[in-house]
């Protein structure tokens, strides 16, 4: 999950995240969003969606390193 938030620009440059929606990961979409329809705002929602879902992912792994 983490690595799919650091690979926006490889995906970008590459395909833009196409063929089609393919490659379309979130940080993509929020881009897309954002900048080729002009809807900062559902951009920046699905931004702050991929923020939180980190955070989940990187509490849970911060518990398996404590437990382990």
Do not use: E
Request: with cysteine; glycine share 6%; hydrophobic share 55%.
């Amino acid at each position: 999950v983490i690595w799919v938030a650091k690979c926006f620009p490889q995906i970008w440059v590459l395909s833009q995240g196409g063929p089609g929606d393919a490659t379309t990961t979130l940080p993509v979409y929020a881009f897309k969003i954002a900048r080729a329809l002009h809807r900062y705002d559902l951009g920046s929602a699905v931004a702050i969606l991929l923020v939180i879902l980190l955070a989940f992912a990187l509490i849970s792994n911060l518990r398996r390193m404590v437990r382990s």
